[in-house]
């Protein structure tokens, strides 16, 4: 049923790193991204790769569930393993045909295939251990200052969240009102691709209106509970970071710094 | 001066075609006085389109009178300054159950008004556990909204209500478009309020089984009022009824029935036991049993 | 002619943690002409059941006939079939597309492949069995009342002429009177053409007056199927899942027990009125 699909999915269990602030994840995220990009030598990427381990380790997320979610990116992985082998110039080590394999090649693609699956998994291990409701407030925490130059960074977090909310509502709705017009003799599949646009006129319609009426009666129910934006607001799940955050913030700073010093001298 | 006043008000609106020319003006609310008092269970009733809904969303500062004024708690709906004070004593609950939840879990919705109200969080807690608890939802606490049954949304809804800790609940047909049984979770959790925390309540519907419970019924037709008394002065009156598009439960048509047709029972019969009672009233009279 | 279904089953997600069992062995006939009440509270399955009838769900176990061939045969045509077996959502109102009443009417029928002339003839008939004015056949069906929205959309599925009509809770959301408009508005167009009817609802006081037959869900499976007041006896049973037999037959059961000579099979208050005045002669 489409009611179950779950978005950025989380993967609900009690971990440490579950229980990390928002922020933290968010920010070491970042970090982390960084540090792929910095890091060009075998041990650098020996110590992101025991990072990123450490990390999937204390999430108590199955690693089965995370290659799961690798699969549809193997494709993208392949085109960035051919290109880089057999584009790169350098030192030719193999030659078939016209296509020459080079040292630096080789070196370069899998640098970049390691870099690619740290990265993904790197990031999924933020959604899945972060609830899509946390991460907005996470974002809205972060993003504050911004505040000062005028961004609505709280009605940009509250959109983001409802969104969230309705996405499932939505999906349900699709579902019926496709139903109901193929009730009615409609053919969404067949016909060439201007038919097949013409065809989705009777289901965007009732979808857009329902999702008018559903915008209204929600900003109605919101106003009718008080709410007028951000300000004197109070949290019933405000952000404090505790000293799991700090020692976490404290991890990822020295991880940091070993990335730069080791990670970057040639070998 | 009761919870909720009202004074001649008129509510129009106006209709306007595809270009934006006035074609008319509706009145949809149309010189109605309502006297609500502290701790009284009212119910509206009338068919759809009769002006019920846009009355109840006067009580929530949601619309302003044309003419006429309305008072919560003594304080004229038309001041600005009274607004915030005014939507946090009467709360209001809606028809469609999935589209007034704002948190993606149960206690996060319920925290929201408290949120807006800038209530301690310690305090929201607290609140958010009360309200749960009050309306029955304390175990659904953590669950996502969209796998709750209809009945239970709306009982999370009116939690949410709950939690800003107003002195009235107006409920915009909140059993419209659920089941029997969530029609019956819902009326049961309104009325555990009624009784227990005394809060007011003003219940909008078209079912008649739901009014049985309140202490005084408003029956409106093109805006007005068209009849007000207790359920059993209203049910009384079934032919009244039925020309403002409205039915009585089976036992009082029954009952109303057997008295067109000569029988010496009682007018605005509301229970089975009552018909049953006054049957055998009649039957001892003729000298059986 | 009619509609079997021969051990029909339907499971969502199979294979996964969300398995569900909608419709566990579901063996029914549903010959021409019948009017049927499908009661069952949320999530008895009933939904489910019926859009299996048009081929919108196909079962995970079993088969599916209507007038003896099999819907899901590779070669059979599912358009037709959705053509004949005429299925109407709850709150159809919600499924109206077009700039006026008239086109979104003859949407179905066009679907179909028939000549304008056909469509246009069709549609009409099919809004005035429904029975809406011709004043509102060029307006925006957006700028209709609840009621006359919902007769729009049935008559949108009316127009393709199905021999079958289902509709799914057709009275959701209306006021006492619209509820009693609809249902007796689809009485008289099932005595008129002598369509097959499938009522799908929760309130068995709604469909007692009308129907034939009654189809109890549960769980998914089919837990009574016989005329009304067979069903009713049952009444403590229909307790215990969550539904009720009409308010008046507990007053006749109330009565037989204080002592009165009454009838409990009764499910209309004009037999019950007849059977009081008897009973107190």
Not at chain 1, 234 to 253: E, S
Not at chain 2, 89 to 114: L, R, S, T
Not at chain 2, 212 to 235: C, H, L, Q, R, T
Request: charged share 25%.
């Amino acid at each position: 049923m489409l009611r179950d699909i779950t978005l950025g999915q989380y993967y609900q269990t009690d971990s440490v790193i579950h229980r990390l602030d928002p922020r933290v994840k968010l920010v070491t995220t970042v970090c982390y991204i960084v540090s792929l990009f910095v890091v060009d030598n075998f041990v650098g990427y020996i110590l992101a790769g025991l990072f990123l381990a450490l990390v999937v380790k204390l999430s108590k997320v199955p690693v089965k569930f995370m290659v799961r979610g690798m699969k549809s990116i193997l494709f993208l992985l392949l085109i960035a393993l051919i290109f880089n082998l057999f584009l790169t110039p350098g030192e030719v080590v193999v030659s078939v045909w016209k296509l020459q394999i080079t040292r630096e090649g080789i070196r370069q693609a899998v640098f970049m295939a390691v870099r690619l699956v740290f990265l993904l998994m790197g990031s999924s291990v933020m959604t899945l251990t972060t609830t899509p409701n946390q991460l907005t407030d996470g974002m809205e925490k972060l993003l504050g200052p911004l505040r000062v130059v005028k961004v609505p960074v709280h009605e940009i977090a509250m959109m983001m969240s409802i969104a969230l909310r309705f996405i499932p509502i939505l999906l349900e709705e699709t579902d019926k009102i496709m139903k109901a017009q193929m009730a009615r003799g409609a053919d969404f599949e067949s016909g060439n691709l201007i038919k097949k646009v013409k065809s989705l006129v009777p289901l965007l319609v009732p979808l857009f209106i329902s999702a008018f009426r559903r915008a209204n009666d929600l900003a109605m129910a919101m106003e009718s509970r008080c709410y007028r934006g951000g300000g004197n607001r109070t949290k019933m799940k405000p952000l404090i970071y505790q000293k799991r955050d700090r020692l976490a913030y404290g991890a990822v700073f020295c991880y940091l710094v070993l990335c730069i010093a080791f990670g970057k001298i040639l070998l | 001066m009761g919870i909720v006043e009202t004074k001649n008000l008129v509510f129009e609106y106006i209709r306007r075609d595809e270009e934006g020319n006035v074609e008319g003006i509706t009145r949809a609310v149309d010189d109605v006085n309502l006297s609500v008092g502290q701790g009284d269970f009212i119910a509206i009733l009338g068919h759809n389109g009769s002006g019920k809904s846009t009355l109840a969303k006067h009580i929530n500062a949601i619309h302003y009178p044309t003419e006429g004024t309305v008072w919560v708690d003594g304080k004229d709906t038309c001041e600005d300054a009274n607004l915030w004070d005014i939507r946090q004593e009467a709360g209001m609950v809606f028809q469609n159950p999935d589209n007034q939840i704002i948190g993606q879990v149960v206690e996060e919705d319920v925290g929201f008004g408290p949120e807006n109200l800038g209530v301690p969080t310690q305090e929201i807690w607290q609140r958010v556990e009360e309200s749960l608890k009050a309306v029955g939802m304390y175990e659904f606490r953590k669950y996502s909204p969209n796998k709750l049954s209809g009945g239970q949304k709306q009982r999370v809804s009116i939690a949410g209500v709950i939690a800003m800790h107003p002195k009235c609940i107006v409920l915009d047909e909140p059993t419209a478009m659920l089941d029997p049984n969530g029609r019956r979770e819902v009326i049961r959790a309104v009325r555990a309020l009624n009784d227990v925390e005394e809060i007011t309540i003003i219940l909008i519907t078209h079912y008649m089984e739901e009014i049985i419970y309140a202490n005084k019924v408003f029956v409106m037709d093109k805006g007005k009022i068209a009849m007000e008394g207790s359920p059993k002065e209203i049910f009384s009156q079934v032919e009244k009824l039925k020309s403002l598009r409205l039915d009585v439960p089976q036992v009082t048509l029954l009952a109303h029935e057997l008295r067109e047709s000569g029988l010496a029972i009682p007018a605005g019969i509301l229970t089975c036991e009552e018909l049953v009672a006054s049957l055998s009233a009649i039957r001892r009279r003729r000298g059986w049993g | 002619m009619s509609i079997i279904l021969d051990h029909v089953s339907h499971v969502y997600e199979a294979g996964t943690a969300m398995e569900f069992a909608a419709l566990k062995d579901i063996n029914l006939v549903i010959p021409d002409g019948q009017f049927i009440g499908l009661i069952g509270h949320t999530g008895s399955g009933k939904s489910t059941l019926v859009q299996h009838l048009n081929g919108l769900l196909a079962p995970t176990g079993g088969n599916i006939y209507y007038n003896g061939a099999d819907i899901h045969d590779n070669d059979y045509n599912k358009k037709e079939l959705r053509s004949k077996v005429g299925l109407v959502f709850q709150y159809p109102e919600h499924q109206l597309f077009e700039i006026d009443v008239f086109s979104d009417v003859c949407f179905g029928p066009k679907n179909l492949g028939l000549d304008k002339k056909e469509v246009e003839l069709r549609s009409y008939a099919a809004l005035k069995q429904v029975g809406l004015e011709d004043e509102y056949f060029y307006q925006s069906p957006f700028d209709l009342s609840g009621g006359q929205k919902r007769r729009v959309a049935i008559a949108g599925v009316l127009a393709m002429q199905p021999e079958v009509l289902i509709l799914d809770e057709p009275t959701a959301g209306l006021d006492p009177k619209g509820r009693d408009e609809i249902l007796d508005q689809i009485a008289r167009l099932r005595e008129e053409t002598g369509m097959t009817v499938i009522l799908v609802s929760h309130s068995m006081e709604d469909v007692a007056k009308y129907v034939d037959r009654i189809i109890v869900m549960n769980k998914g499976q089919v837990m009574f199927d016989n005329e009304p007041r067979e069903v009713f006896r049952h009444y403590r049973e229909l307790e215990e899942v969550g539904l009720a037999a009409p308010q008046v037959t507990y007053i006749m059961q109330e009565l037989k027990k204080s002592g009165f000579d009454v009838d409990t099979d009764i499910i209309t208050i004009e037999e019950a009125r007849r059977a009081i005045l008897d009973a107190l002669k």
